[in-house]
Structure formats: C-alpha cells, structure tokens
Antibody, heavy 125, light 110 residues
Framework: QVQLVQSGAEVKKPGASLKVSCQASGFTLTGYYIHWMRQAPGQGLEWLGWINPTSGGTNSAQKFQGRVTMTGDTSFTTAYLELTRLTSDDTALYYC??????????????????WGRGTLVTVSS | QSALTQPRSVSGSPGQSVTISCTGTIIDVGAYKFVSWYQQHPGQAPKLKIYDVTKRPSGVPDRFSGSKSGNTASLTISGLQADDEADYYCTSYAGDFNLVFGGGTKLTVL
C-alpha cells in the first residue's frame, strides 16, 4: 500500500529540538519531493519547506530559515524534519506530503498527491 | 511570504453550488498556474482536489472545478453533498521554490 508513515507523537520542552521522520511505504522517494507542513490546534496549514531526497536539495520558508533542517536517508525511503529552539508556538501537527517532479527530477510539481497522517508535537514546560 | 486570503466560511444547501475564493498577489497566484486545492475533514490529513488551477486528480468527481482570474483563484463545488462539508485550503507556488497556503475556508452544508 502506497503511503507515508510518520513517526509518533512527541512532547518537547521549550528550547529543545525535534526530529520527525516520514517513511515511504510501497514506493521510494526517488523522483519525488517531500514537503513539510504543520497545523497548530484549530488553525490552518503552514508550509515549512521541501527536500529532494535524491539530490539532497532543500528550501525552507523564510520564517523557518536557520531553525529547520530537512534531510533524507541514502536508501531514499525516509525523509526527516528537524526543528530547533522550540517554543510553545511550535506546538502543532506536522505533516509530510509527496510532490512529483519532471525534467528528470529537477522540476518539482507544486501539489501533493499523498500525505502522511501527521505527527503531533507538543512543546510545554 | 504572506498567506493567501480565503473567506473564513461559506455555506450552501445540498444540490447547490458554492465557490471559494483564494486571493493572492502578482508574485504568487497572479504569476503562476500552480494553484492547488485541498479538502480536510476533521481529524484527517488534507486530500488533493484540484491542481495546476484546473486539473482534477483521478477519482475526484467533476463536481469540483477550479479557475483563476488575475490574482484570484476559485474552487467551485457543484451539486453539494453532505460529505463536502470540510475545510478547504488553497496553495500557490510563490517563486524561488516557495509555496504559500491560504488561511482555509470552512464549508458548511446546510
């Protein structure tokens, strides 16, 4: 079954870092981009950035630059999101989602056809 | 990057049509044909309904349609059904490999 399987819920203290994983099941990440979004309780979706697991290329929203790192493993099955210097404002459900690409992987598509179920991150002292 | 502007809520009766707007700027919605729409039911992950302004993924009924004029994109749902009640989000490519979301619209089927 084609799906993105995310790691389990986490509770973090302010100032700590989090690392969320997103594992491809039923396919590999070759030729795809993985985007990360989050949704604070009762709020809308917010885009954090993307990684091309094949090339290692990344880009993040300006708001998160300096605090976010996106990586992928060498087997092209799992992508990771790291976010540092957590505050209570980072409490949210974090989603990964798949986007396709053209031009041999160099031309990302800007829509998500497959989403993970989300990882709940709670930041509390 | 500023969020795209969507109405907070819209409503319609079963069988009617509703349109949800998504207003951006000349550097995002107005500049590219990369607007997508997602439906999110409570407690679930979003689902793709429209991509590249007007295209429907396989399995999405033709009751869902998308369009764009200038800096505003729109999602129209015709023949409203009870299961259409959900939150809807638009996204747009915003240049420099960035993406921006709309604030979301809650659709109520009366």
């Amino acid at each position: 079954q084609v799906q993105l399987v995310q790691s389990g819920a986490e509770v973090k203290k302010p100032g700590a870092s989090l690392k969320v994983s997103c594992q491809a099941s039923g396919f590999t990440l070759t030729g795809y981009y993985i985007h990360w979004m989050r949704q604070a309780p009762g709020q809308g979706l917010e885009w954090l950035g993307w990684i091309n697991p094949t090339s290692g290329g990344t880009n993040s929203a300006q708001k998160f630059q300096g605090r976010v790192t996106m990586t992928g493993d060498t087997s092209f099955t799992t992508a990771y999101l790291e976010l540092t210097r957590l505050t209570s404002d980072d409490t949210a459900l974090y989603y990964c989602a798949r986007a396709g690409s053209g031009c041999g992987g160099d031309c990302p598509y800007w829509y998500f056809d497959l989403w993970g179920r989300g990882t709940l991150v709670t930041v509390s002292s | 990057q500023s969020a795209l502007t969507q109405p907070r809520s819209v409503s319609g009766s079963p069988g009617q049509s509703v349109t949800i707007s998504c207003t951006g700027t000349i550097i995002d919605v107005g500049a590219y044909k990369f607007v997508s729409w997602y439906q999110q039911h409570p407690g679930q992950a979003p689902k793709l309904k429209i991509y590249d302004v007007t295209k429907r993924p396989s399995g999405v009924p033709d009751r869902f349609s998308g369009s764009k004029s200038g800096n505003t994109a729109s999602l129209t749902i015709s023949g409203l059904q009870a299961d259409d009640e959900a939150d809807y989000y638009c996204t747009s490519y915003a240049g420099d490999f960035n993406l921006v979301f709309g604030g979301g619209t809650k659709l109520t089927v009366l």
